[in-house]
């Protein structure tokens, strides 16, 4: 089985600052990698993904995250961050699964809180 | 423009009074999924549907049960609400299953029971 680890529950960081939201993951065979913004009583919306290809990945509203496999990691980063950032962030990892319809298995979140 | 729709956006229910949410789709998706997520938890898998093949992740108590009479509609229904099931409820859609496919969220139904 697969999992997420998030080690920051929550992240302060003054306005127009850089930050990076930690997430390492664990799982027996490959995944696929996303990190998920939640804002109060919404859904999920997808920031970005990782599939294959370049580690690096960029999504929206400026953000990017880095793939490393030797690590285990997938750190999403952006350079300035802005009020409307403040927000719950979740990193996601699904297995390969072939045929299968396999769910996202989510980490604990972030609660990323923008300071002015 | 809303691809997945879950209706209602709040739900009130008694404790022990079946209650259902509804989830729909217009993105003609084959995969559908039902997350529970608690206060400041993250979103947990309930069950989902690969067309009409209901699968259900082997915690999931037997209170919680799905339908899905076609692509576009899926819904989830709580025979018995206890307490302990207030939770924001998520539904989720897929385009295919395996490959390299992103889920797409519905906005969400925050159910309290009383």
């Known amino acids: 089985a697969q999992s997420v680890t998030q080690l920051d529950s929550q992240v302060p960081v003054f306005e127009e600052a850089p930050v990076e939201l930690r997430c390492n993951y664990s799982?027996?065979?490959?995944?696929?990698l996303f990190w998920y913004v939640q804002y109060p009583n919404q859904g999920l919306q997808l920031l970005l993904k990782y599939l294959s290809g370049s580690t690096l990945v960029k999504g929206i509203n400026g953000f990017e995250a880095e793939f490393n496999k030797s690590q285990t990691s997938f750190h999403l980063r952006k350079p300035s961050v802005h009020i409307s950032d403040t927000a719950e962030y979740f990193c996601?990892?699904?297995?390969?699964?072939?045929?299968?319809?396999?769910?996202?298995?989510f980490g604990k979140g972030t609660h990323l809180i923008i300071q002015p | 423009d809303a691809m997945v729709i879950q209706n209602p956006r709040y739900q009130v229910t008694q404790f022990g009074k079946p209650v259902t949410l509804s989830c729909s789709q217009t993105?003609?998706?084959?995969?559908m999924y039902w997350y529970q997520q608690k206060s400041s938890q993250a979103p947990k898998l309930l069950f989902h549907?690969?067309?009409?093949?209901?699968?259900n992740e082997a915690d999931t108590p037997d209170n919680f049960q799905s339908r899905r009479p076609n692509t576009s509609f899926c819904f989830l229904d709580i025979r018995s609400p206890g307490l302990g099931d207030a939770a924001m409820y998520l539904c989720?859609?897929?385009?295919?299953?395996?490959?390299?496919?992103?889920?797409?969220f519905g906005q969400g139904t925050r159910l309290t029971v009383v």
């Open positions: 549907y690969y067309d009409k093949d209901f699968n």
């Open positions: 993105l003609n998706h084959n995969v």
């Open positions: 996601a990892v699904r297995v390969y699964s072939g045929g299968g319809a396999d769910g996202l298995t």
């Open positions: 799982s027996s065979v490959s995944v696929y």
């Open positions: 989720a859609t897929r385009g295919r299953a395996g490959g390299n496919t992103e889920a797409f």
